[in-house]
């Protein structure tokens, strides 16, 4: 214990891949090991998620973090001090009870969650572990597959079309480095068919190229034979994932696809939808519906959960509890786990588990506002999630995550197991 008490919380603002302030917290132990982490930020994010504290104000567009920096400097540096950081979770329960609100709003949860993550890896560092070994214990999880976003769209393209992510999994390859291999190719055969139609604009937030489709379903179209041009059997070697992200497109049961200037209740979009599983190769549809419709949600699930993953984000939250609740109610069968939405590590992981006993599909997934932080690979090989969502194939926030993923894979050697199809129906 003496060696993993916290000696010292520091908390600076750095910048994001939006140019964007953000917090970066390091955590030193007295027996000199250092963790440090930066907390990512959503664009679209969902109602029910910790809060990302800002200072507003017009200094950078409202989006200054002076003060969520000032209180891991002030308050959570003074209750963390003399904690044991290989305590996780005793941890993290001090840092819900110092801010002491349901939405971590006090403290901001983009304080609270970077230095939940950098007390993890001055934990693993002071056991001379890699931190996803640190977590994982003695059997070493699964290398994840990647969601890899192709297009970007929706609140990370200025809402050039409405759908957020056609993405491409490369379930049929035997690694996460072959997946990484099979999908550079794809993304440099979907932007040679971008620059052969004139319509090549540069890429979006997660660096999926800028969508300049007529309609949604022209995405598909495109994102389909680029797996063709780039030598692989859609649907058999590498697949499809959307993430609708519909919390964007309506509520109260209303939908609107603002591209195709279409209106539409929950089943239509749900109808759609399963029209466009029936068509393309689609495994996986992150929310379908807006975060407040549950029993589209269910009526979704039920119509197609059998036969692709049923992915919840604004609408599950990184929350153990909502993950409890919509299992128990047939809502979605995966969950993505950003956590950001939660606050902690902790409650994150707890999310995670609530999911697998749920016999769920778990997915870590990184935010659109990103930096050089690569925790979130960590925590899927650790956590043994399965998945792993990233954005797209190009930035180096995004690369920055592939590539420690490859190292991840190296050090594991002959002992890599890659999830491949296991995650999907
Ligand atoms: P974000 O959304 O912009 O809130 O990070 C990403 C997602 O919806 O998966
Ligand atoms: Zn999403």
Known sequence: MTETAIAQVKGRRVWDSRGRPTVEAEVRLTGGAVGRAIAPAGASRGRGEAVDLRDGG????????????????GEIATALCGADAAGQEAVDRILVDLDGTPDKGRLGGNALI???MAVAHAAAAAAGEPLWRHLGGEKPGRMPVPQVQIFGGGAHAGRRVDIQDFMVVALAADSFCQALEWTAEVYRAAGRLMEQAGTLQGVADEGGYWPVFATNEEGLETLVRAIEDAGFVPGEQIAVCLDVAAS???G??????GLEGREMDSDGLGEMLAGWIERYPIVSIEDPLAEDDEEGFIRFTRAVGGKVQVVGDDFLVTDAGRVRRAAAVGACNAVLVKPNQAGTLSEARAALEAARAAGWGTIVSARSGETEDVTIVHLAVGWDAGQIKVGSFARSERMAKWNEGLRIEESLGPAAR???REPFP
């Open 58 to 73: 017009d200094r950078f567009g409202g989006f200054d973090v002076q003060t969520a920096v000032a209180h891991v400097n």
């Open 114 to 116: 970077a230095v939940s």
């Open 248 to 250: 964007q497109l309506g």
């Open 252 to 257: 109260g049961g209303r939908y609107r696809l």
């Open 418 to 420: 890659f999830a491949g």
